[in-house]
């Protein structure tokens, strides 16, 4: 099912967009999950944070585990593609995106659209978000599948990476798992 290099990608988790996050806790806890088994997942190469507009919605809110992120950066269109992402991923011959974040219906479906035309893309539903419901978006979900984009929950998508139960990333996740 999967390549092998992916990148993670947070968009506009910012201390100004996050308070209008409508399942703010399940999303903060799902890109914090799949930061977290970035470490023990050795496909996931980078982890890699977009800010739009910095200085009128604020830097990555600290409730984001920033310690496994590799590389930061301001973007000033609704798409996390530009040059600085595409340079980057090139870097580290990136296959695979999964797309964390918000606004579903700005900048991850312009994002998903963007760099579809590059990259396989996973979107975990619960790990995005804007200030509407899962059943509100449901019309915009279906949107993104058009885009080309493959859409599943953060624990199906960490799943599918684990291979063997004797493993260390299968015994983090179900570390994880316990501690839920």
């Not at 996050?18 to 997942?41: A, E």
Request: hydrophobic letters at 35%; a positive charge.
């Amino acid at each position: 099912m999967f390549h092998k290099n992916f990148a993670l990608l947070i968009c506009d988790l910012q201390t100004k967009t996050i308070p209008i996050l409508y399942y703010k806790k399940r999303v903060i806890y799902n890109v914090n999950k799949l930061l977290y088994m970035k470490k023990y997942i050795p496909e996931i190469k980078v982890a890699i944070n977009a800010e739009f507009i910095p200085e009128k919605l604020g830097i990555l809110d600290n409730s984001i585990n920033s310690s496994t992120i590799d590389f930061h950066y301001r973007k000033d269109s609704y798409s996390m593609k530009n040059d600085q992402l595409m340079n980057y991923l090139q870097k580290f011959s990136i296959s695979d995106i999964i797309l964390t974040g918000m606004e579903t219906q700005w900048c991850i479906n312009q994002s998903s659209h963007d760099l579809a035309k590059h990259f396989n893309i996973y979107i975990p539903y619960d790990a995005i978000g804007n200030k509407f419901s899962n059943d509100e978006n449901k019309h915009d979900l279906n949107q993104l599948k058009n885009n080309g984009v493959q859409i599943m929950s953060t624990d199906f998508l960490i799943c599918s990476f684990l291979k063997n139960y004797n493993e260390e990333q299968s015994k983090k996740y179900l570390e994880v798992l316990k501690n839920e």
